[in-house]
C-alpha cells in the first residue's frame, strides 16, 4: 500500500495562537502525515502582551511535550491560583475566583447549600476561608496540588503567568525542532481555486507562491483568510461587552510575588496586574463609548503600583467571533476567529481547545462537511459559554458610580444566563454542563463576589445537625489554614523551581523591602 | 419571606410511584418533608417485565437496595446488554454491551485504534473488543458490587415487574411514606396550579407539590394533547405495545433478545422462572391478533397465558412540571421498551426533581430548569431509540423503509455523519447512553466509519498490532473470570441467606 502524499498544511501568522498550532501539531501527528509551515513577518507586531492562562495550559504542555520548569523559566512564568476581583462586586470589595473547589473533596458541588445554611444561621465564615486555592493566594503560598486525592491539599489546580511573546518564541524552536518550516515574509495575496472556491495558495511579497491543503489562519484581528478572503460574517456581542480598547503597559516587579492575576474593576472596564518574574504586566480594558482615550492612559498610569518601563501602548478590539471558525479548508484560531476580553483569561484557552478540536476531527485533503461541521459546533459552545460567565461579571454588579456600569446593570443579557441568574438567586443552583469551560466552583465564586446572595438552599442541607455542620465547618476552616501554612511563599518555589535570568531574586527583593 | 414545601401528595401506581415517594421521603425526610402516596389500581400484569440499564442500580444503592434482595424479589436475572437480531436482513445479530469507560488514557479511545486496523483488513469485529458483548454471548455477569477494580463492563436487569413494585411498595413504607389506597374522583385547578385533589371516598388533598405517577392515564397532568405533547412518531413509528410469557431459556441468556419483524420488534427477557415477551409493533400495518397469533413463531418459543395488548405513541410533555404538578414516568415521557429504558424516564425524573425541590412553595421557578434538563435526557434516548428504525436495513418492507427514509431528528443526523465520518459517537449534554453505547449500535446497525484520529498513526504498525491482541486477550481473560448467570444468581442466593441468618 502507498502511503498518501502529506497534507500540506499553512499556518499564517506567528503569534501565540500561530505557534501553539505549529508546535502541536508538529508533535502530536503523526510524522510524515502533514508537512506544517508557517508564514510570519517580523514587521508584524504580535499582540502578546503579559498573559495570564488557565490550568487547561498545563495539559497541553503535557500533551505535547513541554518541560514545564524550563516553558517557565523561559517565559518569565510564575504560578496562577485563581483572579483576586477588586472592586467588583461593589468599590471596596474583593473575592478570589480560584483555580480549585470549596469545601473538602468529599463534598461534592454540595459544599456551599451547607454553607449558605449555616450562614443563615450566623455560623459560618466568609467563604474564601473554605477554599484551599482562595486561602493560599491571599497568603502568597505556592505548592504542586497532593497527588492525594482524598488530602485537602489536592482540591486545586494552576494555571501560569508568563510573557506571551517569550513563550511564542519558545514555542517556535520546540516547533523547529519538530519539523515545522518557517518562512518569513508577509502575505499579499490569498488565492482560491476558481472552481471549488477553496483557499489554493498564498502569495508572498518576496513573489513565492505557497500552495496548501488547509491552511490555519492567526493572523489575528486582520483575519486574513477567514474573514477577508472568505467573507466569514464577524457576529458582534459589544452590546453585552462593551470594552473595545486597552492600554498596555509593564511595571518593576514590585512587593511579594501574587500566584493569581489581580482586576480591578475601574470607571470605563477594568485594569489587570499580572505578575511575572522579572515585571509585571498591566493594562487598562475599556469602552471607548465611556471613557477617551487619553483619559484611560492616564488612569492606568496613575494606578501602578511601580515605576512604568515603557510608553502605555494601545490595542483595539471587539468582542464577538466569526460565524464559523472553520469554513471550506481554512480553520482561523485566535483572534481571527474571535475575541473575548482577557477577564478570565480564556484566550490562550480558547486557542488550545481549537488546536485539540482541529486534531481530533482533522480533514483529508477533501474536507468532509461531518468534520467541520462537528468542529463549528464545539467552538460555538466554547465561546458562548464563556461569553455568558463574562456577562455575569458586568452585570451582576451593585456599581452605580459611572456610565459603563450603571449601562451595564441595566442591560438585557441572553436568556440563558437570566435564567442562570434567577436560578442561582433563588436557591444557590448552579448548572452543570458537561462541555465548555467554567465548572460549579467558578460560577459559585463570580455569583457570590459579584454580590449575588442566594434567597434559599437546596433544602437536602436541613437533613444535618446543625451542630455538626458547625463544627464541620471550623474543622475545615482550620485544616486549610494549617495546609497554606505549610507552603512555601510563591516566591520562593518560582525562584528554586524555574528562575527566571532577569528576575531579581526574592532575597534581594525581601531585603529591599527591608 | 418563602413558604417551605412540606407537603409533596405522589399520585400514580406500580414502580413509577414508589420510586418518587421512596426517593424524596428518604432525600427530605429528614428535612420536614412529608410524603403522601395515593395509590392507584395497578395496571401491572403478571407477565409484565422490566427489562433495566445498569444506570438504575445507583438509584438502587440510594434507596438502600440490596442486589440480593432485589433479584430474589423480582425473579430478577441480570443482564450485560441487548442482543439484536434480524434488524438487517443480511447481517447476523450484533450485541449492544453495557461497556464502561476504561481508565482514560489520553483522548484517542481504543475504538479508534480498531477502526483503522478494521480499515487495514482486521476480520474481528468490535464486539469482540467489548467486554459486556463477549460476557453476553458467554452467558457471562461481572461481579460489580464491592470490586476495588471495578470491571468495565456493568450489568442491568430483567425484573418481573409486580415483584419490582411490591418491593418497592414495601421500602417506602419503611422509609416512611404514608400511603393510601384510592382514586382520583376530581382535581380543583387555580389557574396552573393544583388546589385539592379529591379521592373518590371524598378524601381531598392540599398539598404544596403534586406528582403525577400515573403512567399514561396522567391523571392529574391531564391527558396529553397536541398543544402540550410532542410527538415522535415519525421516529418511533409502532403504535402498540404486548407483554406475554413463555418457558424459561437455559442456560439462561445474560442478555436481552431483541428481533425484527416485519412490523416492529419481538423481545424476550429472561427472568428465573420464565421468559418474558414484549413485542411492539404498528398495528395498522398488523393487527392485534395477528400479532398474537404470530408470537410463537416470532419468539421460537411456546407462549403461556394472555397477551396483554397496549396502545402508545412514543413523545413527550413539553411541560412536565407545570405549575405544582410534577409528572414523573409514562405521565411525562413516552418511549418503546427498546433499550431496556422502561424504567428511566422515572429514574431520570426523579433524579432531578430531588435536585430541584423548591426551596419556596409559592415561587417554583425550579419548572422551567426541570423541564429543560429532563426534556433534554428525553430527546436523546429517544435519538438512541430512533436510530435502530432509522438505520434498519430490512429492505423491500413498507414498514421499515419509511423507518430508513424518515428525515431527522436533526440531532440523529448529525451523530450519523460524525460517526460513519470520524468514529467519534456525538453526545450532547444529558446523556444517558454514552459512547460505548453509541458506538455499540451505530457500529451494529452497519455505520462503518470512513476515517480515524491522525493520533493513531503515531503508535507504530507492530505496536498497534500488539496492542489490538492484547486488548482481545484481556477481554477474553476477563470474560473467563466471571460467573455465569446461574453461578452469579447462586451467590446472590447465598448472600441473602447469609444476611437473613
Given at each position: 500500500?502507498?502511503?498518501?502524499?502529506?497534507?500540506?498544511?499553512?499556518?499564517?501568522?506567528?503569534?501565540?495562537?500561530?505557534?501553539?498550532?505549529?508546535a502541536?501539531?508538529?508533535?502530536?501527528?503523526?510524522?510524515?502525515?502533514?508537512?506544517?509551515?508557517?508564514?510570519?513577518?517580523?514587521?508584524?507586531?504580535?499582540?502578546g502582551?503579559?498573559?495570564?492562562?488557565?490550568?487547561?495550559?498545563?495539559?497541553?504542555?503535557?500533551a505535547?511535550?513541554?518541560?514545564?520548569?524550563?516553558?517557565?523559566?523561559?517565559?518569565?512564568?510564575?504560578?496562577?491560583?485563581?483572579?483576586?476581583?477588586?472592586?467588583?462586586?461593589?468599590?471596596g470589595?474583593?473575592?478570589?475566583?480560584?483555580?480549585?473547589?470549596?469545601?473538602?473533596?468529599?463534598?461534592?458541588?454540595?459544599?456551599?447549600?451547607?454553607?449558605?445554611?449555616?450562614?443563615?444561621?450566623?455560623?459560618?465564615?466568609?467563604?474564601?476561608?473554605?477554599?484551599?486555592?482562595?486561602?493560599?493566594?491571599?497568603?502568597n503560598?505556592?505548592?504542586?496540588?497532593?497527588?492525594?486525592?482524598?488530602a485537602?491539599?489536592?482540591?486545586?489546580?494552576?494555571?501560569?503567568?508568563?510573557?506571551?511573546?517569550?513563550?511564542?518564541?519558545?514555542?517556535?524552536?520546540?516547533?523547529?525542532a519538530?519539523?515545522?518550516?518557517?518562512?518569513?515574509g508577509?502575505?499579499?495575496?490569498?488565492?482560491?481555486?476558481?472552481?471549488?472556491?477553496?483557499?489554493?495558495?498564498?502569495?508572498?511579497?518576496?513573489?513565492?507562491?505557497?500552495?496548501?491543503?488547509f491552511?490555519?489562519?492567526?493572523?489575528?484581528?486582520?483575519?486574513?483568510?477567514?474573514?477577508?478572503?472568505?467573507?466569514?460574517?464577524?457576529?458582534?456581542?459589544?452590546?453585552?461587552?462593551?470594552?473595545?480598547?486597552?492600554?498596555?503597559?509593564?511595571?518593576?516587579?514590585?512587593?511579594?510575588?501574587t500566584?493569581?492575576?489581580?482586576?480591578?474593576?475601574?470607571?470605563?472596564?477594568?485594569?489587570?496586574?499580572?505578575?511575572?518574574?522579572h515585571?509585571?504586566?498591566?493594562?487598562?480594558?475599556?469602552?471607548?463609548?465611556?471613557?477617551?482615550?487619553?483619559?484611560?492612559?492616564?488612569?492606568?498610569?496613575?494606578?501602578?503600583?511601580?515605576?512604568?518601563?515603557?510608553?502605555?501602548?494601545?490595542?483595539?478590539?471587539?468582542?464577538?467571533?466569526?460565524?464559523?471558525?472553520?469554513?471550506?479548508?481554512?480553520?482561523?484560531?485566535?483572534?481571527?476567529?474571535?475575541?473575548?476580553?482577557?477577564?478570565?483569561?480564556?484566550?490562550?484557552?480558547?486557542?488550545?481547545?481549537?488546536?485539540?478540536?482541529?486534531?481530533?476531527?482533522?480533514?483529508?485533503?477533501?474536507?468532509d462537511?461531518?468534520?467541520?461541521?462537528?468542529?463549528?459546533?464545539?467552538?460555538?459552545?466554547?465561546?458562548?459559554?464563556?461569553?455568558?460567565?463574562?456577562?455575569?461579571?458586568?452585570?451582576?454588579?451593585?456599581?452605580?458610580?459611572?456610565?459603563?456600569?450603571?449601562?451595564?446593570?441595566?442591560?438585557?443579557?441572553?436568556?440563558?444566563?437570566?435564567?442562570?441568574?434567577?436560578?442561582?438567586?433563588?436557591r444557590?443552583?448552579?448548572?452543570?454542563?458537561?462541555?465548555?469551560l467554567?465548572?460549579?466552583?467558578?460560577?459559585?465564586s463570580?455569583?457570590?463576589?459579584?454580590?449575588?446572595?442566594?434567597?434559599?438552599?437546596?433544602?437536602?442541607?436541613?437533613?444535618?445537625?446543625?451542630?455538626?455542620?458547625?463544627?464541620?465547618?471550623?474543622?475545615?476552616?482550620?485544616?486549610?489554614?494549617?495546609?497554606?501554612?505549610?507552603?512555601?511563599?510563591?516566591?520562593?518555589?518560582?525562584?528554586?523551581?524555574?528562575?527566571?535570568?532577569?528576575?531579581?531574586?526574592?532575597?534581594?527583593a525581601?531585603?529591599?523591602?527591608? | 419571606?418563602?413558604?417551605?414545601?412540606?407537603?409533596?401528595?405522589?399520585?400514580?401506581?406500580?414502580?413509577a410511584?414508589?420510586?418518587?415517594?421512596?426517593?424524596?421521603?428518604?432525600?427530605?425526610?429528614?428535612?420536614?418533608?412529608?410524603?403522601?402516596?395515593?395509590?392507584?389500581?395497578?395496571?401491572?400484569?403478571?407477565?409484565?417485565?422490566?427489562?433495566?440499564?445498569?444506570?438504575?442500580?445507583?438509584?438502587?444503592?440510594?434507596?438502600?437496595?440490596?442486589?440480593?434482595?432485589?433479584?430474589?424479589?423480582?425473579?430478577?436475572?441480570p443482564?450485560?446488554?441487548?442482543?439484536?437480531?434480524?434488524?438487517a436482513?443480511?447481517?447476523?445479530?450484533?450485541?449492544?454491551?453495557?461497556?464502561?469507560?476504561?481508565?482514560?488514557?489520553?483522548?484517542?479511545?481504543?475504538?479508534?485504534?480498531?477502526?483503522?486496523?478494521?480499515?487495514?483488513?482486521?476480520?474481528?469485529?468490535?464486539?469482540?473488543?467489548?467486554?459486556?458483548?463477549?460476557?453476553?454471548?458467554?452467558?457471562?455477569?461481572?461481579?460489580?458490587?464491592?470490586?476495588?477494580?471495578?470491571?468495565a463492563?456493568?450489568?442491568?436487569?430483567?425484573?418481573?415487574?409486580?415483584?419490582?413494585?411490591?418491593?418497592?411498595?414495601?421500602?417506602?413504607?419503611?422509609?416512611?411514606?404514608?400511603?393510601?389506597?384510592?382514586?382520583?374522583?376530581?382535581?380543583?385547578?387555580?389557574?396552573?396550579?393544583?388546589?385539592?385533589?379529591?379521592?373518590?371516598?371524598?378524601?381531598?388533598?392540599?398539598?404544596?407539590?403534586?406528582?403525577?405517577?400515573?403512567?399514561?392515564?396522567?391523571?392529574?397532568?391531564?391527558?396529553?394533547?397536541?398543544?402540550?405533547?410532542?410527538?415522535?412518531?415519525?421516529?418511533?413509528?409502532?403504535?402498540?405495545?404486548?407483554?406475554?410469557?413463555?418457558?424459561?431459556?437455559?442456560?439462561?441468556?445474560?442478555?436481552?433478545?431483541?428481533?425484527?419483524?416485519?412490523?416492529?420488534?419481538?423481545?424476550?427477557?429472561?427472568?428465573?422462572?420464565?421468559t418474558?415477551?414484549?413485542?411492539?409493533?404498528?398495528?395498522?400495518?398488523f393487527?392485534?391478533?395477528?400479532?398474537?397469533?404470530?408470537?410463537?413463531v416470532?419468539?421460537?418459543?411456546?407462549?403461556?397465558?394472555?397477551?396483554?395488548?397496549?396502545?402508545?405513541?412514543?413523545?413527550?410533555?413539553?411541560?412536565?412540571?407545570?405549575?405544582?404538578?410534577?409528572?414523573?414516568?409514562?405521565?411525562?415521557?413516552s418511549?418503546?421498551?427498546?433499550?431496556a429504558?422502561?424504567?428511566?424516564?422515572?429514574?431520570?425524573?426523579?433524579?432531578?426533581?430531588?435536585?430541584?425541590?423548591?426551596?419556596d412553595?409559592?415561587?417554583?421557578?425550579?419548572?422551567?430548569?426541570?423541564?429543560?434538563?429532563?426534556?433534554?435526557?428525553?430527546?436523546?434516548?429517544?435519538?438512541?431509540?430512533?436510530?435502530?428504525?432509522?438505520?434498519n436495513?430490512?429492505?423491500?418492507?413498507?414498514?421499515?423503509?419509511?423507518?430508513?427514509d424518515?428525515?431527522?431528528?436533526?440531532?440523529?443526523?448529525?451523530?450519523?455523519?460524525?460517526f460513519?465520518?470520524?468514529?467519534?459517537?456525538?453526545?450532547?449534554?444529558?446523556?444517558?447512553?454514552?459512547?460505548?453505547?453509541?458506538?455499540?449500535?451505530?457500529?451494529?446497525?452497519?455505520?462503518?466509519?470512513?476515517?480515524?484520529?491522525?493520533?493513531?498513526?503515531?503508535?507504530?504498525?507492530?505496536?498497534?498490532?500488539?496492542?489490538?491482541?492484547?486488548?482481545l486477550r484481556?477481554?477474553?481473560?476477563?470474560?473467563?473470570?466471571?460467573?455465569?448467570?446461574?453461578e452469579?444468581?447462586?451467590?446472590?442466593?447465598?448472600?441473602?441467606?447469609?444476611?437473613?441468618?
Amino acid at each position: 500500500m502507498t502511503e498518501p502524499a502529506p497534507l500540506e498544511i499553512v499556518i499564517v501568522g506567528g503569534g501565540t495562537a500561530g505557534w501553539m498550532a505549529a508546535a502541536a501539531l508538529g508533535s502530536l501527528l503523526p510524522p510524515g502525515r502533514c508537512n506544517i509551515r508557517l508564514i510570519e513577518s517580523e514587521e508584524i507586531g504580535t499582540v502578546g502582551v503579559g498573559e495570564a492562562t488557565l490550568p487547561h495550559m498545563k495539559s497541553f504542555n503535557d500533551a505535547i511535550g513541554v518541560d514545564e520548569a524550563e516553558m517557565m523559566r523561559r517565559t518569565s512564568g510564575t504560578f496562577k491560583l485563581g483572579i483576586d476581583f477588586v472592586d467588583w462586586g461593589f468599590k471596596g470589595s474583593s473575592y478570589v475566583h480560584p483555580f480549585g473547589i470549596h469545601g473538602n473533596p468529599a463534598a461534592g458541588n454540595s459544599f456551599h447549600h451547607h454553607w449558605l445554611r449555616a450562614l443563615q444561621a450566623g455560623e459560618a465564615a466568609p467563604i474564601e476561608d473554605y477554599s484551599f486555592a482562595i486561602v493560599a493566594s491571599r497568603r502568597n503560598r505556592f505548592a504542586f496540588p497532593a497527588e492525594d486525592k482524598t488530602a485537602i491539599e489536592s482540591t486545586f489546580s494552576y494555571a501560569y503567568h508568563f510573557d506571551a511573546s517569550l513563550y511564542a518564541v519558545f514555542l517556535r524552536e520546540f516547533s523547529e525542532a519538530r519539523g515545522v518550516k518557517r518562512t518569513e515574509g508577509k502575505v499579499l495575496e490569498v488565492v482560491c481555486d476558481p472552481e471549488s472556491g477553496d483557499v489554493a495558495s498564498l502569495r508572498l511579497e518576496s513573489g513565492e507562491i505557497v500552495a496548501g491543503d488547509f491552511f490555519v489562519d492567526c493572523s489575528g484581528f486582520r483575519s486574513l483568510i477567514l474573514g477577508q478572503t472568505l467573507g466569514v460574517a464577524f457576529e458582534e456581542w459589544t452590546k453585552w461587552l462593551p470594552c473595545d480598547r486597552a492600554f498596555a503597559v509593564p511595571t518593576q516587579r514590585q512587593g511579594e510575588l501574587t500566584p493569581y492575576t489581580r482586576s480591578t474593576c475601574r470607571e470605563a472596564g477594568w485594569q489587570w496586574r499580572i505578575p511575572l518574574q522579572h515585571r509585571t504586566g498591566n493594562g487598562y480594558v475599556f469602552s471607548s463609548g465611556f471613557i477617551g482615550e487619553d483619559e484611560a492612559a492616564a488612569s492606568l498610569m496613575a494606578n501602578l503600583d511601580a515605576p512604568a518601563l515603557a510608553e502605555p501602548r494601545m490595542l483595539r478590539f471587539k468582542a464577538g467571533r466569526r460565524a464559523n471558525s472553520w469554513e471550506r479548508n481554512c480553520l482561523a484560531l485566535g483572534l481571527a476567529s474571535g475575541f473575548l476580553e482577557p477577564l478570565e483569561s480564556t484566550s490562550i484557552y480558547l486557542v488550545q481547545i481549537a488546536i485539540m478540536n482541529l486534531i481530533a476531527l482533522l480533514p483529508d485533503r477533501k474536507v468532509d462537511p461531518a468534520l467541520r461541521e462537528e468542529y463549528n459546533r464545539r467552538q460555538d459552545l466554547e465561546y458562548e459559554r464563556i461569553r455568558d460567565f463574562l456577562i455575569l461579571h458586568y452585570h451582576a454588579t451593585s456599581r452605580d458610580d459611572s456610565e459603563l456600569w450603571r449601562y451595564c446593570r441595566a442591560m438585557e443579557v441572553p436568556d440563558s444566563l437570566k435564567a442562570k441568574i434567577e436560578m442561582f438567586r433563588h436557591r444557590g443552583y448552579i448548572e452543570h454542563y458537561k462541555d465548555g469551560l467554567f465548572t460549579p466552583p467558578s460560577w459559585l465564586s463570580v455569583y457570590l463576589g459579584q454580590g449575588i446572595a442566594p434567597e434559599g438552599y437546596h433544602p437536602m442541607a436541613e437533613g444535618m445537625p446543625i451542630e455538626r455542620l458547625t463544627a464541620d465547618l471550623r474543622t475545615l476552616r482550620e485544616e486549610i489554614s494549617r495546609g497554606v501554612d505549610a507552603m512555601p511563599a510563591h516566591g520562593e518555589f518560582v525562584e528554586r523551581y524555574c528562575p527566571h535570568p532577569a528576575a531579581p531574586s526574592e532575597m534581594s527583593a525581601s531585603e529591599a523591602r527591608l | 419571606m418563602t413558604r417551605k414545601a412540606e407537603r409533596v401528595v405522589v399520585v400514580g401506581r406500580d414502580a413509577a410511584l414508589w420510586i418518587v415517594a421512596a426517593s424524596l421521603q428518604s432525600a427530605f425526610g429528614r428535612s420536614g418533608v412529608r410524603v403522601d402516596a395515593i395509590e392507584l389500581p395497578s395496571l401491572l400484569q403478571e407477565v409484565d417485565v422490566y427489562a433495566a440499564v445498569p444506570s438504575l442500580g445507583a438509584l438502587h444503592k440510594l434507596l438502600g437496595i440490596e442486589e440480593s434482595v432485589l433479584l430474589a424479589a423480582c425473579a430478577g436475572v441480570p443482564m450485560v446488554g441487548q442482543r439484536f437480531s434480524n434488524w438487517a436482513k443480511s447481517s447476523p445479530p450484533f450485541l449492544h454491551g453495557y461497556d464502561v469507560e476504561r481508565t482514560p488514557g489520553g483522548d484517542v479511545t481504543f475504538f479508534q485504534y480498531w477502526v483503522k486496523a478494521r480499515l487495514e483488513g482486521l476480520k474481528v469485529g468490535f464486539e469482540e473488543f467489548s467486554l459486556a458483548a463477549v460476557a453476553a454471548k458467554q452467558g457471562r455477569v461481572p461481579f460489580t458490587e464491592d470490586d476495588p477494580n471495578p470491571s468495565a463492563a456493568s450489568h442491568g436487569y430483567h425484573l418481573h415487574a409486580r415483584g419490582y413494585a411490591a418491593l418497592l411498595k414495601q421500602l417506602a413504607g419503611r422509609a416512611g411514606v404514608r400511603h393510601r389506597r384510592g382514586r382520583v374522583a376530581g382535581v380543583e385547578r387555580d389557574g396552573e396550579r393544583i388546589a385539592r385533589v379529591t379521592l373518590d371516598d371524598g378524601e381531598a388533598l392540599e398539598a404544596d407539590l403534586f406528582v403525577d405517577a400515573s403512567g399514561t392515564e396522567a391523571v392529574l397532568a391531564g391527558p396529553a394533547n397536541s398543544d402540550n405533547f410532542e410527538s415522535w412518531r415519525q421516529w418511533l413509528p409502532c403504535d402498540s405495545t404486548l407483554a406475554a410469557s413463555a418457558q424459561p431459556l437455559r442456560p439462561a441468556p445474560a442478555f436481552s433478545q431483541i428481533s425484527a419483524f416485519r412490523a416492529g420488534w419481538v423481545g424476550l427477557y429472561p427472568l428465573q422462572d420464565r421468559t418474558a415477551v414484549i413485542a411492539t409493533w404498528d398495528s395498522k400495518s398488523f393487527g392485534a391478533a395477528q400479532m398474537v397469533e404470530s408470537l410463537p413463531v416470532l419468539s421460537g418459543l411456546a407462549i403461556a397465558g394472555d397477551a396483554v395488548v397496549t396502545p402508545f405513541e412514543a413523545g413527550a410533555r413539553l411541560r412536565p412540571w407545570s405549575g405544582n404538578c410534577v409528572a414523573i414516568g409514562d405521565s411525562a415521557i413516552s418511549l418503546e421498551p427498546l433499550d431496556a429504558v422502561q424504567l428511566h424516564s422515572v429514574h431520570v425524573g426523579v433524579t432531578q426533581l430531588v435536585a430541584l425541590f423548591p426551596v419556596d412553595a409559592d415561587r417554583l421557578i425550579e419548572a422551567d430548569t426541570y423541564n429543560e434538563v429532563v426534556l433534554q435526557h428525553a430527546r436523546n434516548v429517544r435519538d438512541f431509540q430512533a436510530a435502530h428504525y432509522r438505520l434498519n436495513r430490512r429492505f423491500d418492507e413498507p414498514f421499515w423503509d419509511a423507518a430508513r427514509d424518515a428525515v431527522g431528528p436533526e440531532t440523529l443526523d448529525e451523530r450519523i455523519r460524525l460517526f460513519a465520518s470520524r468514529g467519534l459517537p456525538l453526545l450532547f449534554e444529558g446523556e444517558s447512553f454514552q459512547e460505548q453505547n453509541w458506538t455499540a449500535i451505530l457500529l451494529g446497525h452497519g455505520v462503518t466509519p470512513a476515517s480515524y484520529d491522525p493520533r493513531v498513526d503515531r503508535v507504530p504498525p507492530e505496536e498497534h498490532i500488539a496492542k489490538v491482541q492484547q486488548r482481545l486477550r484481556e477481554v477474553a481473560m476477563e470474560v473467563r473470570a466471571m460467573p455465569n448467570v446461574e453461578e452469579y444468581l447462586a451467590a446472590m442466593r447465598r448472600r441473602q441467606e447469609f444476611q437473613a441468618f
